[in-house]
């Protein structure tokens, strides 16, 4: 072993990482997993921090595989963490990730992380009743979800990485409840997470319920890219679609800025980039809601001190709004309600809209925990208001019964 099912299909034999799973499956081969020794085998330690292996032998504080481990009638819910990201791009979601272990132990079940970063205070060993340091792939999540015999799972909370395991791991589930495991994926569905990824569907969603939306397309080579920035109209945003933190996100002011940009451009067919008309001397707002599926509550409206574009987790923002006439921040309100309630979003969410020339355009929605949420739900909810987004998520509350403050409800 040693190597990742998803990397077989490189070979020349093109193995397809499903029909190989499904038959190492069948010939009962399971990853066992390892308490993580904490105190360097200085004295004995038990911990509920646990590694996969392939490994065989009794060295170390072996635990070999067994469906359902946990003797305990509790539910149990798995959160996905975010895994590495850049520095200042990655406290919000491993804020999200602890407090909805926490919101799950509060409601009285048994709260799995699995993440793979070390920095980060989800991966603290006595945050959640166990903690699984292992790859955020479809193959290493599935594992674990057989090995605890999972209730459930949340994806929102890990941002990118973990959403970008919506899709594969509902196609999975008909194998895995073969096996046994009967998993309800909680939260927004992932017909509903690819319905706001993906760019033409979601702009066809936007035409239906009335967004505006700057110019924009989707190129999967490098002349398709070009004959889109030409038809917009420099300047140009480009981004690669699915990625994390808006690595690869550039404002390009003319051909000879998308040719050097081109150069390290990777596109395919299952990763294109999106371009869209760069609105100049735009002010970006930033909203952070909850949506239960019949209400929608608004955390926060946040004004960008930078331009729009700059990467939230590189700006800084004002609570409220300082500059944004009401008439404008009446229209973000109701726009977040429509996106909300027509998309279906069981959970979190985050908007970013583009005030542009006394209008307001949609710019970009993602159903996870919001980007800019460390701000918004550890400085404004927590102290102030007493309410966290990420916890209300979690439980699944319904937004009429919560003790929500006047203040914060949507119009």
Not at 152 to 160: A, D, N, P, S, V
Not at 314 to 340: A, H, K, M, Y
Request: charged share 20%; proline share 6%; hydrophobic share 35%.
């Amino acid at each position: 072993m040693g190597f990742p099912e998803s990397g077989f299909k490189n070979l020349p034999t093109g193995q397809d990482e499903t029909a190989l799973r499904m038959r190492r499956h069948e010939l009962r081969v399971h990853p066992r997993y390892r308490m993580v020794d904490s105190c360097a085998a200085e004295f004995a330690a038990v911990t509920p921090y646990y590694y996969s292996t392939y490994e065989g032998g009794s060295a170390g504080s072996g635990v070999d595989y067994v469906p359902g481990l946990s003797s305990s009638v509790k539910q149990k819910i798995a959160v996905v963490g975010s895994g590495p990201i850049r520095i200042g791009q990655g406290i919000e979601f491993d804020y999200g990730c602890v407090h909805a272990a926490g919101a799950i132990q509060d409601l009285g079940h048994e709260a799995i992380i699995i993440n793979n970063n070390p920095e980060t205070v989800s991966t603290d060993f006595d945050t959640s009743d166990r903690l699984y340091f292992d790859p955020l792939t479809l193959e290493s999540v599935s594992e674990i979800l057989l090995r605890e015999d999972a209730n459930g799972i949340l994806l929102q909370f890990g941002g990118q990485t973990a959403i970008n395991l919506a899709i594969p791991l509902a196609n999975e589930l008909p194998h895995l409840s073969t096996m046994g495991l009967e998993l309800m994926m909680e939260g927004t569905s992932p017909e509903s997470i690819d319905e706001a990824s993906d760019r033409e569907r979601f702009e066809e969603f936007a035409l239906r319920c009335g967004l505006r939306m700057p110019d924009g397309a989707t190129a999967t080579t490098p002349e398709g890219v070009r004959h889109a920035a030409n038809e917009i109209g420099y300047p140009v945003l480009v981004r690669p679609s699915y990625v994390l933190g808006g690595r690869g996100m550039e404002i390009l002011a003319n051909y000879k800025q998308l040719e050097s940009y081109m150069r390290d451009a990777y596109l395919s067919s299952d990763r294109p980039l999106l371009i869209d008309k760069y609105l100049g001397n735009a002010m970006e707002l930033d909203v952070d809601a909850v949506c239960d599926g019949e209400d929608v509550l608004i955390g926060a409206i946040m004004e960008h001190l930078e331009e729009a574009g700059i990467h939230s987790g590189d700006s800084t923002c004002f609570i409220p709004p300082q500059n944004v006439p009401d008439e404008i921040l009446e229209q973000v309100e109701e726009w977040t309600r429509v996106i909300g309630l027509e998309l279906g979003v069981r959970g979190c969410y985050n908007i970013q809209f583009a005030i542009h020339e006394v209008s307001c355009t949609y710019w970009r929605s993602t159903p996870e925990a919001p980007e800019p949420s460390h701000l918004s739900q550890n400085q404004l909810e927590s102290p102030w208001l007493g309410l966290r987004l990420g916890s209300l998520s979690a439980k699944g509350s319904a937004i009429s019964i919560s003790p929500i403050p006047r203040m914060m409800q949507c119009a």
